[in-house]
């Protein structure tokens, strides 16, 4: 199982609270990030492997390996009170998620209900 993760700096703080409500699962999860995300996530003590920050191309890199059909899941919780000079790039990660049908969490709740069912696959 491999996963996203992507978080907008107002939501940095909720993604490595998400994921370490996980951590006995994550184990048997490889988790992909954008750069600045995955350095959050393993200061706080998680395995990751972190690709460029989302506006030096990192959105777009994470899009190729989901257009590539080598994730399960992208957790992407974006702050919608910010603006961001990359915001094409978000679209297009959203978009190429819809075009291969790869289940994309944008808020916790989401993500929750998601990696809950995954969860139950593995
Ligand atoms: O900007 C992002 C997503 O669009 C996230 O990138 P960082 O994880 O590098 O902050």
């Not at 257009?67 to 009170?81: N, Q, S, T, Y």
Request: glycine residues 6%.
């Amino acid at each position: 199982m491999r996963i996203a993760i992507i978080a907008h700096d107002g939501k940095k703080a909720e993604m490595v609270a998400f994921l370490l409500k996980y951590k006995e699962y994550l184990e048997k999860i490889e988790l992909v990030s954008t750069g600045t995300t995955g350095s959050h996530v393993e200061k706080a003590g998680l395995k990751v492997l972190r690709y460029l920050s989302g506006p030096l191309g990192g959105d777009a890199q994470i899009a190729a390996e989901a257009a590539e059909k080598k994730l399960d899941m992208v957790i992407f919780f974006r702050d919608p009170l910010d603006k961001h000079p990359h915001e094409p790039d978000v679209q297009m990660l959203m978009r190429i998620c819809d075009v291969h049908d790869i289940p994309l969490a944008t808020n916790p709740a989401a993500a929750r209900l998601m990696m809950d069912t995954l969860l139950k696959r593995i």
